[in-house]
């Protein structure tokens, strides 16, 4: 039953990259990347990672991907990536390229795997995962929230009107 | 149960493809969106190596890229607008120089 799940979700997961990366539409690619992050987190889900989970769902399928849509709204009303790219070869040589990468990942990250897994049932909830970030982490998580305000005041003076 | 190495797998799988979308692809949005399709695909082997040694040191870490995340592509996407905005087009063979 696992199994089957998994390997319906990784269908889907792998599937809406496909489709993020070859349709020529940009709305369709942001729509395919959300239906990508959600079954990342029913992957989240099944690995035991609850709160990542949540957090996957709120974080990026709810505010990143709004962010994406509206510069995409605003930007390219309609069809871009129209007419013969000037690229062309050097673009098809992506494929092997991308091929070769993933064999490489497979093997570098497969032939190190040894041993079976250990079954520890390792809770992610929001508590333990918390509480890990309170104590170990807390300095790392105080600093993101610097990040995110230097982020923010940063995208303020970018986005400006006559900057 | 499912081994971590199926997840590990499907994360490389993953990630191979957002690297191939951002050589393809001319729109800087969607090459942005393949840049995102990447960090997820690191997230999820985080997750899975975490399980897989039995600490939850890597869910921590994937706290913190989503976070990382957030900030990159409020930035990413001002500057995309700013291009836009001074550009009025919007392929990124046409950004070759540093200023103009």
């Known amino acids: 039953?696992?199994?089957?799940?998994?390997?319906?979700?990784?269908?889907?997961?792998?599937?809406?990259?496909?489709?993020?990366?070859?349709?020529?539409?940009?709305?369709?690619?942001?729509?395919?990347?959300?239906?990508?992050?959600?079954?990342?987190?029913?992957?989240?889900?099944?690995?035991?990672?609850?709160?990542?989970?949540?957090?996957?769902?709120?974080?990026?399928?709810?505010?990143?991907?709004?962010?994406?849509?509206?510069?995409?709204?605003?930007?390219?009303?309609?069809?871009?990536?129209?007419?013969?790219?000037?690229?062309?070869?050097?673009?098809?040589?992506?494929?092997?390229?991308?091929?070769?990468?993933?064999?490489?990942?497979?093997?570098?990250?497969?032939?190190?795997?040894?041993?079976?897994?250990?079954?520890?049932?390792?809770?992610?909830?929001?508590?333990?995962?918390?509480?890990?970030?309170?104590?170990?982490?807390?300095?790392?998580?105080?600093?993101?929230?610097?990040?995110?305000?230097?982020?923010?005041?940063g995208v303020l003076l970018l986005a400006r009107r006559r900057a | 149960m499912v081994p971590e190495s199926y997840y590990v797998a499907l994360s490389a799988v993953l990630f191979s493809i957002g690297v191939v979308g951002v050589v393809i692809r001319r729109n800087p949005l969607v090459i942005f969106m393949s840049i995102e399709l990447m960090l997820n695909a690191a997230n999820l082997a985080l997750v899975a190596f975490g399980q897989r040694f039995g600490n939850l040191d890597g869910q921590a870490v994937v706290f913190f890229v989503m976070a990382v995340a957030a900030a990159e592509v409020a930035v990413g996407l001002a500057i995309i607008v700013t291009i836009f905005r001074v550009r009025r087009r919007l392929s990124v063979d046409d950004l070759s120089v540093m200023r103009w």
């Not at chain 1, 990259?17 to 992050?37: D, K, T």
């Open chain 1, 1 to 153: 039953m696992a199994y089957v799940s998994f390997f319906v979700i990784a269908a889907i997961a792998v599937g809406s990259a496909l489709g993020l990366i070859l349709r020529p539409n940009a709305i369709h690619g942001a729509l395919f990347l959300v239906v990508n992050l959600g079954s990342v987190a029913a992957l989240y889900l099944m690995l035991g990672a609850e709160f990542l989970a949540a957090a996957q769902v709120i974080v990026y399928a709810g505010a990143i991907m709004v962010l994406f849509v509206f510069a995409i709204m605003v930007l390219i009303p309609g069809k871009e990536e129209a007419g013969p790219d000037p690229r062309r070869g050097a673009r098809l040589l992506a494929l092997p390229v991308g091929g070769l990468l993933l064999l490489l990942l497979v093997f570098v990250v497969m032939g190190r795997w040894s041993g079976p897994s250990a079954p520890t049932g390792l809770s992610g909830s929001a508590g333990a995962v918390g509480r890990l970030l309170f104590t170990s982490y807390l300095f790392p998580f105080e600093l993101t929230s610097v990040l995110l305000l230097a982020a923010m005041v």
